[in-house]
């Protein structure tokens, strides 16, 4: 099964107008190596032997910050199979469609030098026709995301057809109206950061001045929101529970948890978690009573309708 990404040409994709005149796409986070014989099948190995050269490169970087350009740079040289289709901005508010057409290859001085071949589709599409949560998605932060969950609009888009009705995901939810609250709560805590309870001890992990603690990759899927401490000293884990069963959302947080502390926490960090949901439940008290380090929020919606004379 093809998989759907959006890979950025760059940072902005400033580089995109010769990924599409050349075509290839490509990355580059400073390990100037050739990797075409160090790509294994688990990005987890490749993040185990180069985040430490990484880090050695880059000093000044968090344990973080490696694993991200790692993790990106294995996505792109290996992750990305023949026969995936990527979408690429062009930074005039359209998108450029493209199949993954062969093996990584390692291009030294360039930019971008860690490639692969790309055959780009000849039409864009603007950013404008896409559904509102394809837009969100593709406003992760990081070289490259995951969009598979919207293979049937993508290929509407790449085809310049009616966009389907009702567009799938891949979650499986108890209540798809939650759900859908849910996932706009994400967007407005994160845009509302500052104002939350949670925003006067913690800002939302950045590297660069970038904020990437919006759906931060792990191993186990996307942590909703990645957040540190203002003295730097903790590393907070904040997910919301889009209607899923109770059990599932805490043994969820858990393995998040459980990844941060493996991969991310400097020795000086702790690890800590919030589960945020419309309410709670019974089977979501009995889990958290025996879950270490992990608070629960209830958020409220106020909606009200003012009839005008």
């Keep these: 099964m093809k998989s759907y990404n959006r890979v950025m040409a760059g940072k902005g994709s400033v580089h995109a107008k010769q990924c599409f005149d050349e075509g290839f796409i490509g990355i580059a986070y400073g390990i100037e190596e050739d990797l075409t014989n160090r790509l294994p099948e688990r990005w987890r190995e490749f993040n185990d032997e180069f985040c430490p050269i990484y880090l050695k490169n880059y000093p000044e970087k968090s344990k ?40 990584y290859y390692y291009y030294p001085n360039q930019i971008l030098p860690h490639r692969r071949k790309v055959e780009w589709l000849p039409n864009p599409f603007e950013r404008a026709d896409m559904s509102e949560a394809l837009r969100r998605s593709t406003n992760s932060t990081g070289t490259c995301c995951d969009i598979t969950s919207y293979a049937e609009e993508l290929e509407a888009l790449i085809g310049g057809q009616p966009l389907p009705s009702l567009i799938a995901t891949d979650q499986t939810v108890e209540d798809p109206t939650v759900f859908a609250l849910e996932k706009h709560l994400e967007d407005f805590l994160v845009s509302n950061w500052s104002s939350t309870l949670l925003g006067q ?22 942590i909703d929101i990645l957040a540190i401490s203002k003295d730097g000293k903790e590393l907070l884990v904040v997910e919301l529970k889009r209607g899923r ?34 309410e709670d439940d019974l089977r979501i008290r009995r889990a958290l009573k025996v879950a ?18």
């Excluded at 913690?202 to 904020?211: H, Q, R, S």
């Excluded at 059990?247 to 690890?271: C, K, P, S, W």
Aim: aromatic share 10%.
């Design 201 to 222: 001890k913690y800002d939302i992990y950045t590297v660069d001045g970038e904020m990437v603690g919006q759906q931060y990759p792990s191993d186990t899927g996307p």
């Design 64 to 103: 973080i910050a490696a694993g991200l350009a790692c993790g990106f740079i294995w996505t792109v040289s290996k992750g990305l199979k023949e026969g995936d289709i990527i979408i690429t901005p062009d930074g005039n508010g359209r998108y450029r469609a493209g199949k993954i057409a062969g093996p």
């Design 292 to 309: 270490k380090g992990i608070d629960f929020y209830r958020y409220e919606v106020s909606f009200k309708l003012h009839k005008q004379d």
């Design 245 to 278: 069963a109770s059990d599932v959302v805490v043994g969820q947080i858990q393995r998040y948890m459980g990844y941060v502390i493996d991969e991310l926490a400097e020795d000086n960090q702790t690890v800590k978690g919030v589960i945020i949901a419309l």
